[in-house]
């Protein structure tokens, strides 16, 4: 459903570490995708400082599994630019980068998993995030939310009930109900060093990917 709202597309935003990505990551962007008819949902590789990756995969090597899941796959869509510093980026700062480049009046959308909304009043200037975006809070539908105190003022003011009710480029918050597949990558990648399939659980491309650089072979 694209060129609502006059013409402007429809962005959407998923942050992760990817590493690697799995059905998980794309089966749920598909859905939220689908909900929301957005034009392109843009998966956004999160940098990690050295310390921290898994040992013998460079960001580039995520960044590339992340194109390969993609490839036909629209409106799915990589965004490299976290991966472009040598240092993690701010998802405020990666919003307003989108923003200038998009305009003030395309539709904006944040997409996170409950737990990472709950650890939001934790992040850099994150009571601007919503000038730049609508947030979309990935939800199991059989969780039990309750909204931690600091977050209780911003939902009652900008929360909507229905996601095709939210207006403008960005400012409100409502949750997409979805059942997350049971994959993680935390499990592919101990199943790889185990020198066990991951087939069916990463796409065809990003295996081969995996096979022909020997990936998550190490022992963690
Ligand atoms: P790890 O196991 O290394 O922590 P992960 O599989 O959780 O990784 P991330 O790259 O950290 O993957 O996740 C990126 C985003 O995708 C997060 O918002 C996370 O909540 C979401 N996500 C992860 N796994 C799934 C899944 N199976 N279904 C739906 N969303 C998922």
Known sequence: MSGQAGGLRRIGVLGGTFDPVHIGHLRSALEVAGALALDELRLVPNFRPPHRSTPQV?????????ELAVQGAAPLLVDGRELMRDKPSYTVDTLESMRAELGEQAPLFLLLGWDAFCGLPGWHRWEALLQHCHIIVLQ???ADVEAPEALRDLLAARQ???????IGPAGNITFVWQT???VSATQIRQSLANGQSVRFLVPDAVLAYIEAHGLYRQPL
């Open 140 to 142: 199991r539908p059989d």
């Open 160 to 166: 909507v009930t229905d996601p095709n009710a939210l």
């Open 180 to 182: 997350p597949l049971a």
């Open 58 to 66: 460079a960001p580039e090597q995520r960044l590339r599994m992340v």
